[in-house]
């Protein structure tokens, strides 16, 4: 039996670590998919550093473990295969451009939309991979994928 669960307090079980799969497995192919506690999550490892976060994009719940990676504005980002919202790994953050209308020939600049994907912890102990979700209280626009009737993503 998980130690970190107690009969008293079934709650603690969505706060206990789970075993997703072995460092070297996702060191190979870059990424991996896992149900945590009846959750569905992405982990990616990406330059040297593991991010998880919830599989189905916040936007309209794009399959996130499909998406390519890329830079923008020094940030490294999943870009939704869907409609191309882009995410940052670390945080959960929508990034998009903007520009001054008064001023059109201003660059764009990105900016963010705040936390939008829920991010969950990652962490590596005897080459194993563990996640541990999010005790964040707040809402976050990807719960609404998470849960409910949306949370089941086909992905083969
Ligand atoms: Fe991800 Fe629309 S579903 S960008």
Known sequence: ???NVSVQNPEKKEQSSVCVGRED???????????VHDREVVIFYH???YHAMDI????SGGPLHLGEIEDFDGRSCIVCPWHKYKITLATGEGLYQSINPKDPSAKPKWCSKGLKQRI?????DNGNIYVTLSKETFKCD???YA???FKVIQSS
């Open 1 to 3: 039996m998980d130690p």
């Open 56 to 59: 189905r994009c916040y936007h």
């Open 142 to 144: 990807s719960d609404f």
């Open 25 to 35: 497995d996702i060191k190979k192919s870059g990424r991996m998919t896992a149900v």
């Open 120 to 124: 969950h912890t990652v962490t590596v």
């Open 47 to 49: 330059k040297g550093e």
């Open 147 to 149: 849960t409910g009737d």
